[in-house]
């Protein structure tokens, strides 16, 4: 689907040959920090702008040589794009249901059942000023699925939402793919990655850094750390030795401290509990991290990912 | 899959039905536009109240000081048609700005994405921008007939003037389009707009007769597009010779549409 892109800002290259195909009816994960050519990637693909270089295809079509066939086969909803602030959210969904040349009564009819479906009825004559975060991604959403596209590109969806809507927002997405859809989804969050995506690309500094299943990259990363604070440096020796078999990924017993790296976070931590628990072992403090978009980058480029949207696609910051 | 519709008639848009589909993509973003206007009614304000200050100014304040003997009608006559041209010269600014604000916001990416007549973007605004500065003149117009204005030759003459100066005005809302287009931010499009527009119409026909300024400044004056368009609008409310600047006007129309819709198009493509 995408293969060797390239985008350079003047002198600033955004991008340095960027590869990566996105099997049918899939979620795919575009991993990275801020600056690192996510949404570049995806401004090509959905033919904002054009790629210096490379060749990349939506569904058969070329997006420099066919970018008209490109656009009838995609949705796009995030950063990339807007909607309008002064139109209420059945306008909203109906102009991009019109410009996308569907009938105008058929864009109202799915613009109605995509607002109850997002929970947006009651809003739906309000003009989007007066919206909540929340409820601005979903209509943006819903504005991506008017046309029902085969593909649909989320730019960081959830960027700057709440637990809540964040969730409700996933849930969205993972329908969207039980019901055909193929999802490519540019994140920030290793976490949003982990829950939605079978696959996941991990992008810095315009090129992909690794492209692999969920799995496999989380079994490459060490995962989750479960931290047992015990209550004596002997009982932290004596629980180590009991449950180091449970996760074998850097363990490591610091004072009274047990540290260890588990693929299978859940269940590693039912079984460690079970285990001190027969042996009549308590932790005095206990804490589970899921390891962070930093660790991520640190364990599979060896430097920190760049600060701030200060980078090459600094409109990766909005 | 009702989705495959869409991509057919995507396909089939050649010849006639891609003249329609241009037509209907115009038209919805012209309503999206005009909703915008009335829901956010400051241009229009900002669009109504400046002319009605100048109206008021030059009639009851300056008015008195200036003698128009040269045309034989009272200055408030003189004064309105002028006043037409200035109210559409500094309400195009604001075309600029709304183009500036659809970059900024991430609207204009989302029509890049979807399969839209690329025309429809640029066409929509100036047509609904063009029907917002038609109900801003007739409002200046009714300003005009309450301080005293009247039409010295016929009613088709006086809608005639009208017409010159939407049709200017219509050059203009290209101009600006392009100016808001390639600055991508609508208080850059505001502060380069206001420079070149206020020596156009204050080194103009608008307020005064151009034979009462330096003679440097009259060749300028008299020839440059606004006062033109004024002397045109005057000429068809107030009689004397006509055809001359309205044929110079529709010269200047065409001209700088030929000029700036190309330069806004260009802008367009660029813009994001």
């Not at chain 2, 002319?51 to 100014?57: D, H, R, T």
């Not at chain 2, 003997?69 to 006559?77: I, R």
Request: neutral net charge; contains cysteine; aromatic residues 6%.
């Amino acid at each position: 689907m995408v293969e060797g892109l390239r985008k350079n800002y003047g002198e600033v290259v955004a991008l340095q040959g960027v590869d990566f195909e996105v099997p049918v009816g899939t979620i795919f994960g575009l991993l990275g920090p801020n600056g690192a050519g996510k949404t570049t990637t995806v401004r090509i693909l959905s033919t904002i702008i054009r790629a210096d270089g490379g060749h990349a295809e939506v569904m058969g079509h070329d997006v420099s040589a066919d970018p008209v066939g490109a656009r009838f086969q995609i949705g796009l909803a995030g950063q990339s794009a807007s909607v309008d602030a002064n139109l209420t959210g059945l306008e909203n969904l109906v102009l991009v249901g019109m410009l996308a040349q569907i009938p105008k009564r058929l864009a109202r009819s799915r613009a109605n059942e995509l607002l109850e479906r997002f929970f947006l009825s009651d809003a739906a004559g309000r003009p989007l000023r007066t919206y909540s975060g929340g409820m601005r991604r979903r209509l943006d959403v819903a504005a991506a699925l008017i046309a029902r596209p085969p593909v649909l590109f989320l730019d960081e969806p959830t960027t700057g939402l709440d637990i809540q809507s964040r969730t409700e927002l996933w849930e969205v997405i993972r329908e969207l793919v039980r019901d055909g859809s193929t999802v490519l989804l540019t994140t920030q969050y290793l976490e949003e990655a982990d829950r939605l995506a079978g696959r996941i690309a991990v992008i810095d500094k315009g090129t992909v850094v690794a492209n692999d299943t969920t799995t496999a990259l989380k079994a490459r990363l060490g995962s989750t750390t479960i931290e047992l604070e015990m209550g004596s440096e002997e009982e932290a020796i004596r629980s180590d030795a009991l449950v180091g078999h449970v996760c074998t990924l850097a363990n490591e017993v610091e004072g009274k401290t047990v540290r260890m790296g588990c693929v299978q976070g859940p269940q590693a931590l039912i079984e460690t509990l079970r285990v001190l628990g027969e042996n009549g072992l308590e932790p005095v403090n206990l804490e589970v991290r899921e390891p962070t978009l930093d660790e991520v980058f640190l364990a599979l480029t060896g430097e920190h990912p760049l600060d701030g949207g200060s980078g090459p696609a600094s409109k990766d910051g909005g | 899959m009702e989705a495959n519709t869409a991509v057919e008639v995507g396909r089939l848009s050649r010849g006639p039905a891609r003249v329609i589909g241009v037509a209907r993509d115009t038209l919805a973003i012209t309503r999206r536009n005009l909703t915008g206007l009335i829901r956010v009614p400051r241009f229009f304000v900002f669009t109504i109240i400046q002319p009605i200050i100048f109206v008021l100014l030059f009639r009851y304040v300056f008015g008195g000081a200036i003698s128009v003997t040269t045309t034989g009608v009272p200055y408030v006559d003189y004064l309105m048609p002028g006043i037409f041209v200035q109210t559409v010269a500094f309400g195009s600014i604001t075309t600029g700005i709304s183009m500036a604000t659809d970059v900024q916001s991430g609207m204009l990416e989302r029509f890049r994405s979807l399969p839209m007549a690329r025309s429809a973007v640029l066409a929509g605004r100036t047509v609904a921008d063009l029907a917002r500065t038609t109900v801003v003149l007739v409002i200046i117009s009714a300003v005009g007939f309450a301080v005293g204005f009247r039409i010295n030759t016929n009613v088709a003459s006086f809608v005639g003037s009208l017409l010159i100066v939407l049709l200017f005005a219509y050059a203009l809302l290209w101009v600006f389009s392009a100016v808001g287009l390639a600055l991508k931010d609508p208080e850059s499009a505001q502060a380069a707009s206001f420079p070149v527009i206020a020596p156009l119409v204050f080194a103009s026909s608008v307020f005064v007769p151009v034979s009462t300024m330096p003679s440097w400044l009259r060749g300028f004056a008299t020839y440059q597009p606004v006062s033109v368009t004024a002397s045109a609008a005057r000429a068809l409310c107030n009689g004397g010779p006509t055809l001359s600047w309205v044929l110079q006007s529709i010269a200047w129309t065409i001209g700088i549409l030929l000029v700036c819709a190309p330069l806004a198009v260009w802008s367009y493509r660029r813009a994001v």
